[in-house]
Structure formats: structure tokens, C-alpha cells
């Protein structure tokens, strides 16, 4: 433990998990539509997926919900991407509805999407639009 960090935390790597209903339409959505590589799959017995996040030691964990599980809160995977354009079309290219395009000013630019399974899934890039100081 240091001082700037109380907890021992890992460096190897950082998980986000979503909850999700039908694992292998999950997965599908995962892999084919946003390119992720699976790093391990348990299947429906174990219940639990891993993949590979576009950043070193970053996980996304697909975790199977039970029949009869509480529902727990669920965060919004945000993903950088250099043309939010070019990724839109993409998405959409592959039947993927997505917001329209939101620029805050000098900020940030971002659009959003769901997953198969619902979970939100935020893009995001530099400020398209930008003021004159």
C-alpha cells in the first residue's frame, strides 16, 4: 500500500461488467459490432465473458443474470474515438441506432448508444465545436 493509493490495488488491470439477459446475443454484439477481442469465456454455466477493452489491462466483464437476481445499477461504457462521424456510420451500418451527435462547446463531443441487451454506451471525442477567444 502507498499513501496515494490505501487500497492494494492490481495494476494489472481494471474491469467494467455489465448485467446481461441473453449471453451469446451479448457477446455477438461485442465482438462483431465493436471489434472486441474475447479474452475468456466461462460460458452460461460460469456465467462471466471477458474482453478486451481498445486500451492496455482494461476489461469489459458480460456477466449472465440469473433468473430471480436483484437488479443492480448499471454505469455507461465510454469510448474515445477520433471521428465520432466515422463511427456513427459504422454503428449504423451494422443496425445500430444511435443519438444524435451532442457537441458541448470547447468541451466535448458524444453520441450514445445501447448494447443488445440495453446497457448504455457512450462515444465520445474532441470538441467539434469550438468558440473564438
Known amino acids: 500500500m502507498?499513501?496515494?493509493?490505501?487500497?492494494?490495488?492490481?495494476?494489472e488491470s481494471v474491469y467494467f461488467q455489465?448485467?446481461?439477459?441473453?449471453?451469446?446475443r451479448a457477446k455477438r454484439f461485442y465482438e462483431a459490432i465493436l471489434g472486441f477481442e474475447k479474452t475468456w469465456d466461462?460460458?452460461?454455466e460460469a456465467g462471466?465473458?471477458?474482453?478486451?477493452?481498445?486500451?492496455?489491462?482494461?476489461?469489459?466483464?458480460?456477466n449472465l443474470k440469473k433468473e430471480g437476481e436483484l437488479d443492480r445499477g448499471s454505469g455507461t461504457l465510454t469510448?474515445?474515438?477520433?471521428?465520432?462521424d466515422v463511427t456513427k456510420k459504422y454503428l449504423g451500418s451494422k443496425g445500430v441506432d444511435?443519438?444524435?451527435?451532442?457537441?458541448?462547446p470547447d468541451m466535448v463531443s458524444y453520441f450514445n448508444i445501447e448494447d443488445s441487451e440495453g446497457n448504455p454506451i457512450q462515444?465520445?471525442?474532441?470538441?467539434r465545436?469550438?468558440?473564438?477567444k
Open 42 to 44: 466461462g460460458g452460461e
Open 98 to 104: 444511435a443519438s444524435e451527435i451532442v457537441d458541448i
Open 2 to 11: 502507498t499513501d496515494k493509493y490505501p487500497v492494494p490495488y492490481s495494476k
Open 123 to 127: 462515444f465520445v471525442a474532441d470538441p
Open 48 to 62: 462471466w465473458v471477458e474482453f478486451a477493452l481498445p486500451i492496455s489491462g482494461a476489461k469489459l466483464g458480460l
Open 79 to 84: 469510448l474515445v474515438v477520433d471521428d465520432l
Open 129 to 132: 465545436v469550438k468558440t473564438e
Open 18 to 24: 455489465y448485467d446481461v439477459k441473453d449471453f451469446s
